[in-house]
Structures are given as C-alpha cells and as structure tokens.
C-alpha cells in the first residue's frame, strides 16, 4: 500500500523516462529493504506468533504451529508485497487499472486450486496448512510476474533490471518522503489487527471467528476500495499545485459522496443477510449454527463501519497527494493508542468479548474520519466538506429503505421458498441431493432480497435527486 501511494504520487509529475528511471530505482531500494525482512520474518516466525497472539501456546498448540509454519512458507510475500505495490502505482499512474484491479484474483486463484486439490488428496491440518500458505505464496509471485511483464511491455521499466539511487535525482526522495510516514501509518492499522488478536487469543473460537467475519465483511469492501482507490491517487497528484485546489476540493467531495455510497449500500445489503450469507457460505461439517451466529454478530459490527473504512481511505489519498504523510501518521498514531484503550475497556470492563474488539475499532474509524477532515479543511479552504452532508445524509436515509426492504424480502419469500424446497425434497434422493437442494434455494432468497435491496436502494437516490447516481458518467471520479 505504502508503496503503491508514494509511487503514483510521484509520477503523476514526471515525464516517461524520468518515470521508468524512477520506478527501477525505488523497486531496486524495496527489494534490498525488504528480503532482509522476509529472511526474518522466516527465521523468527516462532516468537512473531508468540508476540501476536500469546495464548495459542496455551490454548491450541497445534493452531500455533500450523501458524508458525505457514508464516515462514509466506515469508517471501513481505518483499513481495512491496514489488506489486510499486507496480501498482506505475501502472496506475499510466491509467492502466485492469491489471491492478484484477491482479489480486491470482492469489485467491491460486488458494482455490490448492484448496481444491488438498480436498481430494486428503492429508493432517498441518500439511493442508502448509499447501495453504503455498498457494498463497505463489498467488503473489504470479501478480508481480504479470505486473512486471506488462509494466515492460509498456515501457514503464525493465524485469529485474537493478538501478541504485541517484544522489542528483531528487525524485526518489520525493517518493520516501510519502513512503516512510506511508508505511508507519500502514504499520499503525496492522498494529491495531494485532492488539485484536491479542485479545482474541485468550478468547475460544473468537480469532476464528473474528477472520472470518473480516473475510466476509471486509472482502467486498476492499475490492470496492480498490476500484475506487486505484484510479484516484493519480488524479488527486495531478492537482496538487496550489493554483488547481478548487477543482481538487471537487474531486474530494465528490469521491467522498461516492465512498460513504458504496459503503452504506454495502451494510444496507448485507447486515440484514448476515446471517443467511453466513450460512450459505461456511457453514457445514464442523462449522455448526452456533459458530454461524457468532460470526454473523462479527460481521454486523464489521459493515456498520464500512462507510467510514472508505472514506478514511479516500481522505489518506488526498493527504499523500499532497505531500503529506505526516498528519496522516500522528492520527494512526493517536487511533492506535484509542483503539488499544477501547478494546482494554469494552473487553475487560464491559464484558463485550470479540464485538466489542470490532466495535473499538469502529468508534476509533469514525474520530479519526473527523480528524482527518478537520485537518485537510485547515490545507485545502475550499474544501467545504459541509457541502456534501446532505448528500451523505440522503444516503443513509436510502440505505435505511434498503435495508429494510432486504430483510423484508428475505423473510417473506423464506417460507414460499421453503415450501417448494421441501416439496422437492420429499420426491429427491439420495440425502446429498436434498442437501444441494436446500443450499440452492438459500442461495436463491440471499440473492433475490439482495438485489431488491439494491434496486430500491437506487430508486430512493434518485428520487432524492442524488447527482452522482443520475449521471455517473460526470459525477463518479
């Protein structure tokens, strides 16, 4: 991420060749930086479980050692990490965003055929586990072989051609300027991940669950993010003279608008599916209703928040194209230390257990919201974020109607669908099939209240004269 930020927000200014010279030497610098850190990573992978969740060596010493196992299979992901984001930011900055977008797919490609294939092969949870954090490794490798090919094809640089840092060249210093207060505020948001897992450790089930509400919840949101983010950052570098500021505050208003939409019609839409979405998708076998329920209540807190996961990142993007990485920095700062309060308070005072870890980090999201745009007001005057709370207002009340008609949908037509399911069951056989039968039709009631929801969710924005949904061809960035 750091690097993908610093990167296109550097480029956006310089010509092709200054650019190529640009991108060789910062891919150059975060290989040397980074392969030290996989090889520590690989070395030391025992003490960093231990350090991030302390209780699985009491709790679940096997979970511990599938873990240490696969973080050192995962190791050579840290320098590779850094490869494709500085990929993604060439790329982007060049308005190729196809390869940036999808290029995510061939890791969960990769993690899909293992799974696949360990399903038929069969083996102990640690060799599954360990073809697990295979398939991850080499989904990373394939993105940056692909974004690498293509970035040569284009003539953004060249494989595996080394450049060392050019003194004269102010450029990359340019770059780190973003990059290293990038990184600790990126460093700050993993770090508050990792106070969760500290708490969840001592907590049955609950670091389970806690991942697989995040996958849920947070999987749809950061591929909305992605879409929303890849193409922005160059286009808020590109006005980042003083002189070009009103049109600036535009786009930032604008792209605001947008965010806070994308993520309340994410939570209108699923909050009310929590539940049955849940259950369509992990539960079976040792997965029981109970653990269903535990991780639709995770999942619910997760998407109340996602309006402001989106619209933080929006705001951080305006900072770096700016040129300024630290505001952004001392705020992550002062979340972490929030958050660590927080989950301390509604862990161990309120009783809250693993919602109140989620609940923490979303009260934590919403102050540093108003931080960050009390703060980009003070630097950009014509800001005026005040212009767009109405709109922000109507679309919650839009959100709501959602919402609503979601789960009225859903239980109404749950008995119908019911009906025929079990009509269809009593003439089917053998026991899987009715099981398929079953599963479909729970599939059938998600996706038609679902996209209910979504079609009245535009319908009462455009009745309420919502500009962006009545011509998203000008209005979305």
């Not at 300027?177 to 505020?185: D, H, K």
């Not at 839409?269 to 998708?281: G, N, W």
Request: aromatic share 8%; hydrophobic share 55%; proline share 5%.
């Amino acid at each position: 991420g750091p690097c993908h930020t610093a990167l296109a927000a550097s480029l956006g200014t310089r010509s092709k060749v200054e650019g190529r010279k640009l991108t060789e030497e910062i891919s150059t610098l975060v290989g040397f930086v980074l392969l030290p850190a996989s090889i520590a990573i690989f070395v030391f992978a025992p003490s960093l479980i231990d350090l991030a969740a302390p209780g699985l060596a009491h709790t679940n010493p096997l979970t511990r050692a599938i873990a240490v196992r696969q973080l050192r299979v995962m190791s050579p992901c840290a320098m590779l990490a850094g490869l494709i984001g500085v990929a993604f930011g060439s790329l982007s900055n060049a308005g190729m965003y196809t390869i940036p977008s999808l290029s995510p797919a061939f890791s969960s490609i990769s993690i899909i055929s293992i799974i696949m294939l360990q399903c038929t092969m069969g083996g102990t949870q640690m060799y599954m586990g360990t073809w697990l954090a295979i398939g991850m490794t080499c989904g990373a490798l394939v993105q940056w072989i692909v974004q690498t090919l293509v970035m040569a094809q284009q003539g953004k640089t060249y494989p595996l051609r080394a450049r060392w840092l050019n003194r004269a060249d102010s450029g990359w210093k340019e770059v780190l300027l973003v990059m290293l207060p990038a990184c600790i505020s990126s460093g700050m948001s993993q770090l508050v991940i990792y106070v969760d897992l500290y708490y969840a450790s001592f907590m049955p089930g609950a670091a389970a669950a806690l991942a697989y509400a995040s996958m849920l919840g947070m999987a749809p949101l950061g591929i909305l993010s992605s879409s929303l983010l890849v193409p922005l950052l160059p286009r808020f570098s590109r006005l980042a003279a003083p002189d070009q500021w009103l049109q600036l505050g535009v786009e930032i208003r604008q792209a605001t608008s947008v965010a806070v939409g994308l993520g309340i019609a994410l939570a209108a839409l699923l909050i009310p599916l929590s539940t049955p979405t849940v259950c369509v998708v992990l539960q079976r076998q040792a997965f029981d209703p109970h653990a269903s329920n535990m991780v639709a209540q995770l999942m619910r807190c997760y998407l109340v928040g996602a309006p402001f996961y989106l619209l933080r990142d929006v705001l951080l993007r305006a900072f770096f194209a700016l040129g300024d990485g630290s505001s952004p920095t001392w705020i992550s700062l002062v979340s972490l230390l929030g958050n660590v309060a927080l989950d301390w308070f509604f862990v161990n005072r309120v009783g809250l257990g693993a919602p109140g870890l989620i609940i923490a980090t979303v009260i934590v999201n919403i102050i540093s919201v108003g931080l960050l745009i009390v703060m980009l007001g003070k630097r950009i005057e014509c800001l005026q974020i005040s212009r767009v709370l109405p709109t922000w207002i109507r679309l919650v009340a839009g959100g709501v109607v959602a919402a609503a008609t979601t789960h009225t949908v859903y239980v109404s037509s749950g008995s119908r669908i019911l009906d025929w399911a079990r009509s269809i069951a009593a003439i089917a056989s053998p026991v899987e099939l009715v099981h398929i039968v079953y599963w479909l039709m729970d599939v059938g009631m998600v996706c038609l209240a679902a996209g209910c929801g979504l079609c009245v969710y535009l319908l009462v924005l455009l009745v309420l004269r919502i500009k962006m949904v009545e011509d998203p061809r000008r209005k979305i960035v």
